[in-house]
């Protein structure tokens, strides 16, 4: 298994998965409209409260990577995320909440529990009561990993781009253990949080 090693900003290894990030959106609808703006954005997450992030690393390359953040008022995606899923589950599954944004994976380094182990790790230990993400409707291997791990679909219709909807999963994180094992799965195409859709807001 590869070495999973943190992310932060301007490191030698935020710079190697925003390149992999890249390798595997530039074609995508999801993608950021350009590698530098799509670095600028993982430097500019990486300040954010909260902030936690991991590389997996093997021989010296970045074989996939995850990272998230507090999700608070003010924040373009987590007022997004509000109006769209209204008070009572704002307060439900925001309040207090880790903003699970982007997990990936090489092509040529699934099928071996690297999406679980880095999905593992950064939930792990974390103090916030609820965690969040986004994924494609149509990513349905995704959904499958993120159900395996325990997340819930708590709105099916959020859309930033309209030709980019989304569901929105959510996970308690007290009530379990979220570094906890389970079954190992590799999705078939990357499994992404956001999939870099977040280009419209900026943030």
Do not use: K
Not at 42 to 55: D, I, M, N, S, V
Not at 69 to 74: D, K, L, N, Q
Not at 86 to 95: I, M, N, Q, S, Y
Not at 162 to 169: E, F, H, K
């Amino acid at each position: 298994m590869p070495d999973l090693i943190p992310l932060f900003r301007r490191s030698p290894a935020l710079d190697a998965a925003v390149s992999l990030y890249w390798e595997l959106y530039s074609d995508s609808e999801r993608g950021w409209e350009s590698r530098a703006e799509a670095a600028t954005q993982f430097e500019r997450h990486a300040e954010y409260p909260g902030y936690r992030g991991f590389a997996a690393v093997e021989d010296h390359e970045v074989l996939g990577f995850v990272y998230g953040y507090t999700s608070e008022p003010g924040q373009f995606y987590h007022d997004q995320l509000a109006t769209a899923l209204g008070p009572e589950r704002t307060e439900r599954w925001l309040r207090n909440c880790f903003e699970f944004v982007e997990l990936a994976v090489a092509g040529d380094a699934r099928q071996r529990g690297l999406g679980t182990n880095l999905h593992d790790t950064v939930l792990g230990g974390l103090s916030h009561e609820t965690s969040v993400l986004t994924t494609g409707v149509d990513n349905e291997p995704a959904q499958r990993l993120y159900e395996r791990e325990g997340w819930e679909t708590v709105h099916d219709s959020f859309e930033l781009n309209d030709d980019n909807p989304m569901i929105v999963m959510a996970r308690d994180l007290q009530t379990d253990d979220a570094s906890s094992p389970t079954e190992t799965a590799e999705v078939t195409e990357v499994s992404d949080a956001t999939g870099g859709h977040r280009r419209s807001g900026g943030d």
